[in-house]
């Protein structure tokens, strides 16, 4: 069964006002998607992220840390624009350190925003689709997941976690027309990763085939197809996108 997004489905994108998450909100609204996106910590990035969408996309406040916040940002939108037919879990927070000079506070951190967040949207978002019995979730993960990182335990680990909660995801919700998948990108230069060393940034970029390296416009475009009908026999899979990072 195909199933095809029409204009009034909603996609939800959280961390949307910048980096990779502000590229896959642009790039869902010029392929014609109604989108929501959340921000938590600068307000201004958000009303930016509107206008660059000439505000065809909405933003919404979420702190992915607070348990209550997703029933409600879900009834929001859905009363607000529309039922919600995409998530994309891309919100997310870094914390680099060696293993041994981690903090307990600093690892819960990470897994509780990166994991425990998505989780919970995810959550709320999937009883909405499974009464309509048609939907697609895409999770961004990160290289780390897979390719470890020195000083990257505890983001590598909640991206790693996502990849197998996605697979899970999928499994369960297969049979509902519910459909989910992970983008995993390479190095990509964002807000996130500027305080990376040159050195760390050298490393991570060694192994990649094409000279132009990831954009952020790549991996929305990714995320783009996996939300369309395109994908529509795709479910429980990872799309790498690492300038041949892998290859």
Known sequence: MMIVIEEKDVVLVSGGSRGIGRAIVAALVKDGRTVAFTWNSDEA??????????????????DLRDRSRPAELVEEVENTIGPIFGLVNNAGIQRSGLTAMTTDDS??????????GAFRLTREVVRSMVTRRRGAIVNIASLSAVHGVPGHASYAASKAGLVAATRCLAREMGRRQIRANVVMPGYVQTDMTNDLSEKVVTDLRSSEVLPGGTKAESVAEAVVFLLSDRASAITGQ?????????A
């Open 107 to 116: 690892w819960d951190e990470v897994i509780d925003v990166n994991l425990g």
């Open 45 to 62: 990035q958000a009303h930016a992220t509107e206008a660059l969408t000439d505000k065809k996309a909405t933003a919404f406040h979420l």
């Open 238 to 246: 990872t799309i790498i996108v690492d300038a041949g990072t892998t």
